[in-house]
């Protein structure tokens, strides 16, 4: 199984809102990362996970709140998001550690519209 | 710090015809260079990878990428194109040690003409 699933696909969620995005992974991965991506632009960094530990954050506002639960699960809880917050959000996993085969793994993303 | 640079925003390429995306990085050391596609709407896709020995390598979908330390560049390329390659294409790197920071050029659009 070399996939990593995203749920939901889509999310409309209003500026008051309380919303969870869901990223899993069974490939024994120990690394996982959030993604943004705005339209016609490259996906941009948010958070690495590295043996469920938060190892980066690339400054990322605190209404973006990232949960690692287990070695294949990854959460990114939304709190008071703002209209420019609608981007595709992307997980992805990886071998954590130096194993010579590091590539990032991507899921299909989900589309955020935030109201 | 290491960075990447697609210096071509779009191409438009005729379907049989063949294919060359440019990529030019900076870092330090031998970085781990990646080519991904991503077609509209859809998460990013591996091509291929280059993390040391042969320069030349081949990857999914009859694409390959040469690696040139000399010119500090990674292309892409593919004989013959077809419609169903009509994507968004991203180069990225690497640091080589460990791949936690993968950074990405700013894609190129290739769209395919019958």
């Known amino acids: 199984d070399t996939e990593v699933t995203q749920t939901p696909k889509h999310l409309v969620m209003g500026m008051t809102n309380k919303k969870s995005l869901k990223c899993e992974q069974h490939?024994?991965?120990?690394?996982m990362y959030w993604y943004k991506q705005k339209a016609k632009k490259p996906p941009e960094l948010m958070f690495v996970?590295?043996?469920?530990?938060?190892?980066i954050n690339e400054s990322v506002p605190s209404r973006f709140s990232p949960e690692c639960p287990n070695s294949s699960l990854l959460n990114l809880h939304l709190h008071a998001l703002q209209p420019e917050d609608s981007a595709l959000y992307l997980c992805a996993s990886s071998p954590a550690g130096w194993t010579g085969d590091n590539e990032q793994y991507f899921g299909p993303g989900t589309r955020l519209t935030v109201t | 710090a290491q960075s990447v640079t697609q210096p071509d925003i779009h191409i438009t390429v005729s379907e049989g015809a063949s294919l060359e995306l440019r990529c030019n990085y900076s870092?330090?050391?031998?970085?781990?260079l990646f080519w991904y596609v991503q077609s509209p709407g859809q998460g990013l896709q591996l091509l291929l990878k280059?993390?040391?020995?042969?320069?030349l390598v081949q990857g999914i979908k009859g694409f390959e990428a040469e690696f040139k330390r000399s010119q500090s560049s990674f292309n892409l390329r593919k004989p013959s194109v077809h419609w169903s390659d009509a994507a968004e294409y991203f180069c990225?790197?690497?640091?080589?040690?460990?791949?936690?920071?993968?950074?990405f050029g700013t894609g190129t659009r290739l769209t395919i003409i019958p």
């Open positions: 990225a790197v690497a640091s080589n040690f460990g791949n936690e920071k993968l950074t």
């Open positions: 490939m024994g991965h120990r690394a």
């Open positions: 996970y590295s043996y469920e530990k938060l190892s």
């Open positions: 870092y330090g050391a031998t970085p781990y």
């Open positions: 280059y993390f040391s020995g042969d320069t």
